[in-house]
């Protein structure tokens, strides 16, 4: 039997203040208050949304906007070029071969509230074929080898597609897509987006009053729409830049206050301006007139967000309020007194329904098609399940997502993101697509070598901590996931900041315990953590040296013997540093072919590595999802494995016992067992990684890591989301059952934050428990609060850092949306 | 014989074409009020049962306006044609079957056909299935059936529903909809423009996760919107597209994608839900262009929601949970029923209350009779009025000779919220025997078993016997202990206040002569004594009708004191269970007794002999005795008495029988048998209760009220046989509508206001005083000068000025 050990850590994830949707529609990038961007996509394959990068950006520019930019006629990448404009007034590209920011306009002097990019000309084409496949929206032009043959030929079928867009584009005689930035001082600026790192200058258009704080392209490209603080939209001719028109904005027919902002503007394709603003008024206007045609009042706040659905006949409004408000263009057919002749239809935009999930001001909506791969999963069995009260939350999310569908996501200052129905708003309940926002990367030490009591590293954004589990005087509890669990008390060891408060991209803890390192966006650094013989309570930590050439890592590891340090350089070679003799040992390029190792590195960064226990492999694994192995002892690269099944690597490790198996788990949520000596999958793996049961298909939520048994002689793992853990045995074959146990743990796991059914879903988990005795593979277990980290601590105990969501809100800057509760 | 006390809001009412009358169903009969003054103007009588429905034909052109025809269908099986003006009935039909609701949808549309004729006429009925065998307890009762109203006779075969009850059928404005709501569906058909008696119909159905509890239908487009047990209004649009519409390539958009909100394959474009009521929704009504959606329920509040942007406006403050909102010819006036028994009418656009018609209040459910509490009414021997406690801490009186609303007065503050937690019950209340003064016991409930407070309040009644008006407020006047009983002495200023404690006090009301105007507060009651015996809880008290005796009920015996000087005179008897009614007949020197609980008793004291006469087992629910002549009436529950009877046992209403006694004779005078008696109220009232208007010589008759459980009264005269003799005064002189007619201006904007003139013309005051500073922000604040000025006038007040004769 496991005994639980939890713990709680500091955790303070940051707001989300800017989301965009790619090119083709099949990525959203999120733009945290703290700097970073994430790139979130539905994984061939699946259809939970998975974190495929964080690029940790400057801390101290806040993003206002992000918009994907077709690329220009280089055009390698389906996705588009990511850029962000910044408050201070810069705009910054996101690299995503270098996984980091790039700043390819300095600062114009004045805050740039809103960037939007021109819209192409060929989206029709654009959205014909993006349901096809981009593997793994992959930006690397050169993914033909893992690539069947049906792939290549869509992508050849691609390739003409956009050729001919090409030409149409050139037909249209401009070269470059241009960028509109609504500036702080009154002007709207257009910048051309070339094939050069900077931006180039294009027009201003003339200045007016007030602050503009929202700019739209017209569908065509040929108008630019403008919304600014003091309650006007306008409507300017690009190519003579002069004002076509103005809306007063009013409430109701108030005239417009001297205050009234304009927050959000879109412009719909049948030729209707959508504008909300802080009155809490969502307004449609006629674009060609500039007259009203619809205004509605439902949100209790600023309407920060509007976005509309593919097709255009829905809209989408999301305020500070927390709401996400669905409008919809209804052609009601009036009938005359007698029934007989129906007058032309009226088209109406009519308020539908609202869902609110969030706990915060909701900032930004974004209309995505993530799912670019028809999801094989077995035809839908027929299982009548019996009427709940509860309906677990995940599984509806299951029914509608699939090819095709367009998704609408939510985020605001409550840091999560939300995954709704376009189509069927109303039906299902959002999909939290990351309950545990901005993770902090974290590693166990079990046994280390001073003592023998367990450290714990924890990568804060500015520092590390490093605590000492204590056990001893702690109570274990079974394999509770209630708060009853034993809580293991943590000691802060020791807590080393950045260098000049730069953020930590990547760090690690050597298996002794003694050293450890981190890296920044300047050059990584390692410690030795030392337990002073005088006094028994204090530690030291001393700075040792590493080699001056190497760069700055976007992934670091410790070899097992803690003898040598290897660091996923941004340049994206792999370095060996003696830590003994702080030198530089080897150089690994990864290749996909075991081609001559000269060539310039060309595969993506390596974002994840393990080493295995006997110290004889490495593997490195890209951020879309292929592996290298490399052997350790002959310094050469043994293996290349490219993506499993299309999909990504959400974690991995070496097996304790078997050093030559690398067990990983995808984005797809499958479990591979890779024999990294035999260059095969492991005996396991073939019997049973595709025959995997339905209700391990459907974990909850993304998987977030590997704990191993630190035993010789058992082969089982813990695989874990930040809602449920699963443990796998591969010694017993898995078996296809029912389901009932997934409905069970969804349920669990689809609580909600404010939750008075407390008492009642504790009776549940108790129930799972006894359940669990059974022993059984693929056994669920689920969680209360949102969890972070979970691993061994020994042979049958583990250790579960969580913390409840409540608390976590607590910590927020914003304050919570206010609900007057009826009655109070 | 009067009856009276009728409800007003057991079916929506209708407006006459010219908008100057309302027509009310109102039990039995219709009652016509007249909207411009809210009095009763007429009545249709001659159904059987509870009217259900009433129809006013419309006029189709401006000249029909004046008449007066309408049909109304009833409970007792027939549906009648009538010309309400005259009041006249013009036809009867037959359907046999309780009607619960009916709906004419081609009442608007009276076209001719080319043969010259009229088509015929076409009702929907909503019936009650009579045949319905008992075994089958999941057979449908409710059925919708299809009435020829030219040719008196139902149309065979055409049933359009089977429920599982009846209810209410909705039409829609233009009438080529009906609808109705059964559970968690709505089913809406569709009403061919030329009705005949063979007619397909075709049919939807929306479905919904609540119960719904209101539909309503948009006048002009395809809008259906429904109300639900837990508040929502759902909005359905696009509704019947599919169905009803004749093309073929109708039905294509079949995309079930394209249809937010809707379920399952409900034939509508979207559903949208509003929710602003925190509790069930009883109205929904769309304004007559179709702009604005009015909606009602427990709160008592009025929304308005403008259709289109979903903003809304409110008429807060009706006070009691609202049932019907009906519209009449005339758009700027409609009317709200309300469940305190009361017809309000609004001026429309800006939803002001004109006028309001009131029936006497109806039993709340949350008027639990606490034990050993009194039941509700009270009726007042001389003015001929009953005093009715409410669900919103009012006491409402009532006319029982007018049949209607005299005034109301508040007792203690309330939230204006209707459906929020009783915390303060109004328990007891009493008058004294010249109606001049009303004394009031109420609770506060406690909360969590702590706060629980009685106060005793005693109410001056003004000068024109219109108003009361407090006079003296005794909180805890027995300490924790609840008050059982109030009396008054008949003579003098004094009242005698039980308490279940144990004691009892007499208060007398004192007259300081105002010597200074400090003392004016003295004028008030105070406690002149205090009793009790062997600390028994005191259940009943009562004074003799001289004064001179008063009988407090120390639990199973009578005690007798003398209230001038407290002295305990003697004891009476013993009963089997505590007392609850104590009273003596008349002039004579008998009390009778009333005991309940599982020995009920009533019982005949003798004060002279200072014995029981005699007893019977009698379950008193109220005990009347005559002011005059030894004479008194028991209104007793049968509950016991019949319990050998196996079917009757199970009536709900509570079957009762009112006897009336003489004294000397424990053989009853007389005998009536009457239905809801739980909680009713007997008394003996004045037939004239003016005395002082009719100088009669001879000596004012008397005749027994009685007051139901759902507080419908009827007086009578209780002597029976001689009918004839004593006639009570029908006074029920319908008020005639002799208003002024309104035109123009004055019909939309009502009469302008006389300007005074001389107000706007005075100017700022101008401060020429010394002390300006004092007096320049005086006054409300819209009509200071601005900022500027005020603050240079100010900061020159504060200068001193040199006089002007230094030169």
């Keep these: ?824 | 014989m009067i009856t009276g006390g009728r409800s007003f809001v057991s079916s929506p009412p209708a407006f006459s074409n010219d908008a100057k009358r309302l027509l009310v169903c109102t039990g039995n009969t219709v009652s016509v009020f007249s909207t411009s003054t809210g009095l009763q103007t007429g009545e249709l009588e001659g159904h059987g049962a509870q009217v259900t429905s009433v129809i006013v034909v419309p006029a189709s052109t401006p000249a029909s306006k004046v008449l007066c025809y309408c049909w109304t269908a009833s409970l007792d099986g027939t549906i009648k044609y009538w010309d309400f003006a005259a009041p006249e009935l013009m036809r009867t039909i037959h359907i046999r079957f309780p009607i619960h609701s009916m709906v004419i949808p081609s009442i608007s549309s009276e076209r001719v056909e080319s043969n010259g004729k009229y088509p015929d006429l076409f009702a929907y009925v909503y019936i009650e299935g009579g045949k319905q065998k008992e075994e089958q307890p999941h057979s449908s009762v409710g059925q919708i059936w299809k009435c020829n109203l030219t040719k008196s006779r139902l149309v065979g075969g055409v049933t359009l529903a089977k429920t599982e009850r009846p209810g209410s059928i909705t039409i829609s404005p233009s009438g080529k909809y009906i609808g109705i709501y059964e559970k968690r569906k709505l089913l809406i058909w569709e009403i061919p423009g030329k009705d005949s008696e063979h007619h397909g119909y075709k049919k939807i159905r929306l479905h919904h996760t609540k119960p719904f509890t209101v539909m309503a239908f948009h006048p002009t487009e395809k809008v259906v919107a429904a109300g639900d047990v837990t508040g929502r209004i759902l909005i359905w649009r696009g509704v019947g597209r599919r169905t009803f519409s004749n093309e073929i390539n109708g039905g294509v958009n079949m995309d079930a994608e394209d249809r937010p909100g809707v379920r399952d394959n409900d034939d509508a474009d979207s559903c949208s839900t509003w929710h602003w009521h925190s509790a069930q929704v009883n109205v929904l009504f769309f304004s007559s262009d179709g702009s604005y959606l009015y909606s009602g329920g427990r709160e008592g509040v009025l929304v308005v929601w403008q259709l289109d942007s979903g903003k809304k406006k409110f008429l807060p403050r009706i006070g009691a949970p609202l049932l019907y909102f009906v519209c009449s010819p005339d758009p700027s006036l409609s009317s709200i029923s309300s469940a305190d028994n009361r017809i309000q009418l609004l001026r429309m656009p800006s939803m002001e209350i004109l006028k309001s018609i009131s029936g006497i209040k109806l039993p709340s459910s949350h008027m639990e009779i606490y034990e050993g509490f009194g039941s509700g009414v009270v009726l007042n021997h001389t003015t001929g009025l009953i005093a009715v406690p409410t669900e919103n801490y009012r006491v409402q009186f009532y006319s029982l000779f007018d049949d209607r609303e005299i005034s109301e007065v508040q007792i203690c503050e309330r939230n204006h919220q209707p459906g929020d937690e009783i915390t303060v019950k109004v328990n007891l209340v009493a008058f004294s025997s010249d109606g001049s003064t009303m004394s009031t016991v109420e609770t506060r409930l406690p909360e969590e078993g702590i706060g629980s407070l009685f106060s005793l309040k005693f109410w001056a009644c003004g000068l024109q016997s219109k108003h009361f008006s407090l006079s003296t407020v005794i909180y805890e006047p027995h300490r924790e202990s609840g008050i059982s009983c109030i009396a008054f002495r008949p003579t003098g200023h004094m009242a005698v206040s039980s308490s279940y404690g144990g004691d009892f006090k007499v208060w007398i009301h004192r007259h300081e002569i105002p010597t200074k105007d400090l003392t004016l507060q003295n004028n008030g009651w105070t406690c002149h004594a205090v009793g009790s015996y062997k600390k028994k809880p005191m259940t009943a008290a009562a004074f003799s009708s001289d004064g001179s005796v008063l009988a407090v009920a120390a639990e199973k015996v009578i005690t007798l004191w003398d209230p001038d000087r407290n002295i305990l005179l003697t004891v009476v008897g013993d009963s089997l269970e505590p007392i609850t009614t104590l009273s003596f007949v008349g002039k004579t020197e008998y009390i009778v007794s009333a005991s309940r609980g599982s020995n009920p008793q009533l019982t005949m004291w003798s004060m002279s002999k200072l014995c029981k006469i005699w007893s019977y087992r009698l379950d008193a629910e109220a005990v009347a005795c005559s002011m005059d002549n030894s004479t008194f009436a028991v209104l007793a529950l049968s509950r016991l008495s019949k319990s050998m009877e196996p079917a009757e046992t199970t009536l709900q209403d509570a079957e009762g029988v009112i006897l009336l006694f003489n004294v000397e004779n424990p053989v009853p005078l007389s005998t009536w048998i009457v239905s809801k008696a739980q909680g009713g109220g007997l008394s003996f009232v004045r037939s004239n209760p003016r005395l002082e208007d009719e100088v009669e010589p001879k000596t004012p008759d008397e005749v027994l009220a009685y007051v139901n459980g759902a507080h419908e009264y009827v007086l009578f005269n209780p002597y029976g046989g001689q009918a004839g003799k004593v006639s009570i005064p029908h006074r029920r002189n319908f008020s005639v509508s002799d208003e002024t007619e309104r035109f123009g201006y004055t019909s939309i904007y009502g009469e302008l206001p006389e300007f005074n003139l001389k107000i706007d013309q005075t100017p700022f005051p101008s401060m020429p005083s010394e002390e300006t500073w004092k007096s320049i922000f005086s006054g409300p604040s819209h009509s200071l000068p601005p900022l500027p000025k005020l603050c240079s006038d100010f900061l020159e007040s504060l200068l001193e000025r040199r006089s002007a004769a230094v030169e």
Excluded at chain 1, 460 to 477: F, G
Excluded at chain 1, 543 to 571: I, V, Y
Excluded at chain 1, 639 to 646: A, K, P, T, Y
């Design chain 1, 1 to 824: 039997m496991l005994k639980v050990y939890r713990s709680s850590v500091e955790w303070n994830p940051s707001a989300v203040v800017a989301l965009a949707t790619s090119v083709d529609g099949s990525q959203v990038a999120a733009a945290r208050a703290n700097g970073t961007v994430e790139i979130w996509l539905v994984s061939p394959g699946s259809v939970g949304w998975h974190c495929q990068l964080i690029i940790h950006g400057d801390p101290n520019s806040r993003v206002s906007s992000l918009v994907w930019c077709r690329s220009g006629p280089r055009g390698e990448s389906p996705l588009g070029r990511l850029f962000s404009s910044s408050i201070d007034g810069s705009v910054s590209e996101w690299d995503f071969s270098n996984l980091r920011q790039k700043t390819v306009l300095d600062s114009i002097g004045v805050s740039i509230w809103q960037i939007a990019a021109e819209p192409c000309k060929d989206v029709q084409l654009n959205a014909k074929h993006e349901t096809k496949s981009y593997e793994n929206g992959h930006a690397s032009p050169s993914s033909s080898s893992g690539v069947d043959e049906v792939e290549n030929s869509d992508s050849d079928d691609d390739n003409t597609n956009s050729k001919y867009a090409v030409e149409l584009y050139e037909d249209n005689d401009t070269e470059t897509t241009q960028l509109a930035m609504a500036c702080d001082d009154g002007c709207v600026r257009i910048f051309c987006i070339s094939d050069g790192e900077k931006l180039t200058y294009k027009r201003t258009l003339p200045r007016v009053s007030g602050r503009t704080l929202s700019v739209t392209w017209s569908a065509d490209g040929t108008r630019i729409y403008s919304g600014s603080s003091d309650g006007f939209i306008r409507c300017w001719d690009v190519k003579l830049a002069y004002e076509i028109y103005r809306i007063t904005v009013g409430v109701g027919g108030l005239g417009s206050g001297s205050d009234l902002c304009i927050w959000s503007l879109i412009a719909l394709r049948c030729g209707t301006i959508v504008s909300g603003d802080s009155s809490g008024t969502v307004q449609f206007w006629d674009s060609q007139f500039g007259t009203l045609l619809e205004a509605h009042s439902y949100h209790k706040g600023d309407v920060n967000a509007l976005a509309a659905s593919p097709s255009h006949n829905r809209v989408f409004s999301g305020g500070s309020d927390g709401q996400v408000i669905l409008y919809k263009l209804s052609n009601d057919a009036v009938a005359s007194a007698d029934g007989n002749i129906i007058r032309e239809a009226i088209k109406k935009w009519i308020y539908v329904g609202y869902v609110r999930v969030h706990t915060h001001d909701v900032r930004v909506l974004t209309v995505a098609l993530p799912i670019g791969h028809e999801v094989d999963m077995p035809p839908e069995e027929k299982v009548k399940r019996p009427r709940r009260r509860v309906k677990p939350l995940d599984f509806s999310y299951h029914k509608w997502v699939h090819l095709g569908v367009p998704v609408l996501m939510s985020a605001g200052d409550d840091t999560k993101l939300f995954a709704y129905s376009v189509k069927e708003f109303t039906k299902f309940s959002p999909y939290d697509i990351c309950p545990a926002p901005q993770r902090m990367p974290m590693q166990l030490v079990q046994k280390t070598v001073s003592n023998q009591t367990p450290l714990l590293l924890v990568q804060a954004s500015h520092w590390l901590d490093i605590y000492c589990v204590r056990l001893k005087h702690s109570t274990a509890s079974d394999i509770t996931p209630g708060p009853s669990g034993g809580a293991a008390p943590t000691d802060l060891v020791a807590r080393v900041k950045s260098k000049a408060g730069r953020r930590i991209i990547c760090s690690t803890i050597s298996s002794s315990g003694t050293l450890f390192a981190y890296s920044d966006h300047v050059r990584p650094s390692l410690f030795e953590l030392k337990r002073s013989k005088s006094d028994r309570g204090s530690w030291t930590v001393n700075k040792r040296q590493l080699p001056r050439e190497l760069p700055f890592a976007h992934c670091m590891a410790f070899s097992s013997d803690s003898t040598r340090l290897l660091l996923a350089g941004h340049d994206r070679k792999i370095y060996v540093v003696d830590v003994g003799s702080a030198a530089l040992v080897h150089i690994y390029t990864p290749r996909r072919k075991d081609e001559a190792e000269e060539l310039p590195p060309s595969e993506p960064p390596i974002t994840k590595m393990f080493t295995s226990t006997d110290g004889k492999w490495l593997a490195s694994i890209n951020y879309c999802g292929d592996v290298y192995i490399f052997n350790l002892e002959t310094s050469r690269q043994h293996w290349f494995i490219s993506r499993l099944d299309g999909a990504f690597v959400a974690a991995g490790g070496f097996a304790p016992q078997n050093s030559n198996i690398l067990v990983v788990s995808t984005s797809s949520n499958q479990v591979y067992a890779l024999d990294v000596e035999a260059k095969q999958l492991d005996d396991w793996s073939r019997r049973h990684t595709f025959s995997l049961p339905r209700r391990y298909q459907e974990f909850p939520g993304e998987v977030i890591g590997l704990s191993f048994q630190p035993s010789s002689s058992l082969s089982s793992v813990i695989v874990y989301s930040p809602r449920v853990m699963c443990l796998i045995d591969f010694g017993t074959p898995c078996e296809r059952d029912d389901d009932s146990y997934l409905a069970a743990g969804q349920e669990l796991a689809s609580r909600k934050l404010p939750s008075n059914g407390v008492l009642k879903r504790k009776l549940k988990v108790y129930e799972l428990e006894t359940k669990h005795g059974g022993k059984k593979n693929f056994e669920f277990c689920a969680f209360r609060d949102p969890v972070l980290f979970v691993e061994h601590l020994s042979e049958n105990s583990l250790l579960v850092i969580d913390k409840p969501w409540t608390q976590v809100v607590e910590s927020f800057d914003a304050q919570p949306v206010h609900r007057h509760i009826f009655g109070t």
